[in-house]
């Protein structure tokens, strides 16, 4: 009955909650029966037999306990079922945070930001129903028509034979229709997952948009996106308007020769009144539970297209292996050394046929207290020996060592906090300005965050900011200039103050005199610390201890500026020509 093995197995971690909605949902079935077999003898003894109140006072209880019953057990099953979806969604929520976090951005960096987005949000809500609504639907479908159908056939096994032969039609009705509604199911999770990622990314680039003229391009093209996901619902609500249609005629249709074949054997007095009339008011309820199935089951399909995504992003690898937990063997300032290393990117799903080599047998060497700068065109492999030493993966060829650990050998979250990084372009939190500050050291006192900002020249424009440093700041630093953004990731370092730095062209943003200014400041950072810079204008890398120079993943130059120079290569070519590729 279209069961997704996926969603079982999250749904067994529930199974508890899941028995007993299911128990008290055969429990209400049990009282609605006994209810109506004390509603038929009641009706029977008072309109067929005279009999008064006083003599069918106990019936009438009973009908009461029944209807008392049926409301609580359905209250308990809801109840039940409503909280294991709400603890499976949970603990779907909690997996695919760790599992994006473990990831990495070198996975994630391949991800549509809209796509992610719509698989947490409506993806995981889509898995509620089928969570809450189906699966218990199919245990109620497998055990309540059959605890009716027993009752009828022992009273009546004509009714009984009737109920068996009809029944099997609503299935085989059910399993013809889902077969279109799965295949639909995911066509539309798929148009909205497109539509969200085209929206998403049109707001983050409205800017661009505006200034190149193509807005109105733009918003086309979510048009047409919408419009197709217009087109895929219409779609699935159609045929969920139609099963519905079939089934409800269906389930109709044999009830209505229940009633028949009991009207006539009822009219030429080959039956009773009682049982007649018990017959006729649990015919329904045979039926009702395929009824239900019916109108939950293209939710419960919309659940299972969402699973696809869901567990397609469960299957990420994760970025980075531990085999152990040597943190605590690292020295204060440890010796990094990149041994032959090399790094293949996967291919990109449904993308590229071939993965992309980015290193080949790199060796550097970065000692305590030095600098190394990285320099070579764009795509020549300087972003990836950084996302390397950050621990945004392991090498796929090769080791870095920390002093003798390789660093495999330490979890990723000890070895980062060992390093300050300033990306080129940092990102800024919907936050105040102190806490983006403090996202190296949450628990930094005020005194401290205004030294790193002080250190980093980023306390005079802070200063003259409304609130100063409690000033709210917009996702990805809106209302500030790329410098001041630039500042505040310096003095993020400047907080952290670890032994090793990843600087990634940190004044780049600036204009010549403040420049100045935080070079010396980055200058005071680095002493005593191991740094790699990664350099896209050579000018800034001439007071490095060492300068490697790559080009298509390979170290082609290795030396101090003068030596390259002299050495009339790569490294001078560049930086004849003035260009080091960002």
Not at 70 to 82: D, K
Not at 291 to 310: K, S
């Amino acid at each position: 009955m279209y069961l997704d093995r996926r969603l079982v197995e999250v749904a067994r971690t529930e199974r508890a909650p899941l028995i007993v909605s299911m128990t008290a949902s055969v429990a209400a079935a049990a009282a609605t029966v006994g209810g109506a077999a004390c509603l038929a003898a009641i009706v029977a003894q008072v309109f067929l037999g005279g009999h008064g109140l006083d003599e069918v006072r106990a019936p009438l209880i009973l009908l009461g306990v029944a209807a008392l019953s049926r409301a609580v057990f359905t209250w308990l099953a809801n109840v039940a079922a409503g909280g294991a979806a709400i603890s499976v969604k949970a603990d779907l929520r909690r997996r695919l945070a760790l599992r994006l976090t473990t990831a990495g951005p070198l996975v994630l960096g391949r991800e549509r930001t809209g796509e992610l987005s719509a698989a947490m949000a409506e993806g995981i809500e889509a898995v509620d129903a089928y969570i809450r609504d189906y699966l218990p639907q199919i245990g109620r479908t497998a055990a309540i028509p059959a605890l009716v159908a027993v009752f009828i056939a022992l009273r009546d096994p004509i009714s009984g034979l009737v109920l068996l032969l009809t029944a099997p039609v609503i299935p085989v009705f059910m399993v013809l229709i889902g077969r279109a509604a799965e295949s639909m199911g995911r066509r539309r999770w798929g148009a909205l997952s497109r539509m969200s990622a085209r929206f998403l990314d049109a707001v983050q680039g409205l800017t661009t948009l505006k200034i190149f003229g193509r807005s109105r391009e733009q918003a086309a093209a979510i048009a047409r996106l919408t419009e197709r996901f217009r087109a895929t619902t219409m779609e699935v609500l159609r045929v969920a308007f139609l099963s519905s249609l079939v089934l409800e005629m269906v389930a109709t249709i044999s009830t209505a020769v229940i009633a028949v074949e009991v009207g006539l054997r009822l009219l030429y007095g080959r039956m009773a009144f009682e049982p007649a009339f018990l017959i006729l008011l649990l015919a329904p309820e045979f039926y009702l539970p395929f009824r239900r199935l019916g109108a939950n089951f293209h939710a419960g399909m919309e659940g299972v297209a969402a699973a696809d995504r869901l567990f397609g992003l469960l299957r990420m690898p994760v970025a980075v292996a531990t085999s152990g937990d040597r943190s605590r063997e690292l020295e204060p300032v440890p010796h990094v050394r990149f041994e032959g290393v090399s790094y293949t990117y996967a291919p990109a799903a449904g993308g590229e046929e071939q993965a992309t080599p980015a290193l080949s047998g790199i060796t550097l060497d970065l000692p305590p207290g030095q600098q190394l700068a990285l320099v070579g065109p764009s795509g020549a492999g300087k972003s990836t020996i950084a996302r390397l030493l950050l621990r945004f993966a392991d090498p796929t060829g090769g080791r870095i060592t920390a002093g003798a650990i390789d660093l495999r050998e330490v979890p990723p979250d000890a070895w980062r906090a060992r390093l300050a990084w300033v990306p080129q372009r940092p990102h800024l939190f919907a936050a105040t300005v102190a806490d983006n500050i403090r996202l190296t050291r949450r628990d930094a006192p005020m005194e401290a965050v205004r030294r790193a900002a002080r250190a980093a020249h980023a306390a005079e424009f802070i200063e003259g900011l409304p609130l100063g440093y409690g000033t709210p700041i917009g996702e990805g630093g809106l209302g500030l200039s790329g410098g001041q953004a630039q500042r505040l990731a310096l003095a993020r370092a400047f907080l952290k103050d670890a032994p090793i730095l990843v600087l990634d062209e940190v004044t780049s943003q600036l204009d010549p005199e403040l420049e100045a200014r935080l070079m010396r400041a980055t200058t005071r950072l680095m002493e005593g610390r191991t740094v790699l810079i990664i350099a896209h204008r050579l000018a800034t890398v001439r007071r490095a201890d060492r300068i490697a120079v790559l080009r298509e993943g390979r170290v082609v130059e290795h030396g101090t500026h003068r030596e390259l120079l002299d050495l009339g290569g790569e490294y001078a070519r560049l930086l004849a020509a003035g260009e080091a590729a960002p």
